[in-house]
């Protein structure tokens, strides 16, 4: 799993090419994916990216019209920026293609986080997880 660092490395390096780029089409080739539907990835479609924040190991990216896209890259995900039409080096999870000519790819090598594209409202909070911590008894909690 990327930890913070990596997180922030990774905000770092998207937010001055993403900002201001408009989503021209997205593909979910995992569709599980996308918690919440493959079909609700293709809501962001023309609309344009502003700043990406991390929520814990969470990352929002801000969308206009209050729309966010919310990314937990768990065990292994890797994004890559590349242009339309570069070789593909793994599985793909999901692929935005950007009115500039550029791609933002979630290679995914391992099993991976879900995405969850949501409004501004309902997106203060990235989805639950549940406590896999032990209990005092030894149970997995569940």
Do not use: C
């Not at 593909?88 to 969850?116: C, N, Q, Y």
């Amino acid at each position: 799993m990327p930890e913070i660092p990596d997180l922030e490395a990774i905000r770092h390096y998207l937010m001055p090419r993403l900002d201001g780029l408009t989503v021209a089409k997205t593909e979910a080739p995992i569709p599980w994916l996308v918690r919440t539907g493959a079909e609700d990835l293709a809501t962001i479609e023309g609309h344009r990216f502003g700043e990406i924040h991390r929520l814990g190991k969470f990352l929002l990216f801000f969308l206009d019209e209050a729309r966010i896209l919310v990314i937990n890259p768990m065990l292994t995900g890797r994004f890559h920026w590349v242009e339309a039409g570069a070789k593909k080096t793994g599985s793909m999870g999901v692929i935005v293609g950007f009115d500039d000519g550029h791609v933002l790819r979630d290679e995914v090598p391992a099993p991976h986080g879900p995405l969850v594209p949501r409004r501004a409202g309902r997106a203060a909070h990235a989805p639950a997880v549940p406590d896999a911590r032990p209990r005092r008894d030894g149970d997995q909690r569940g």
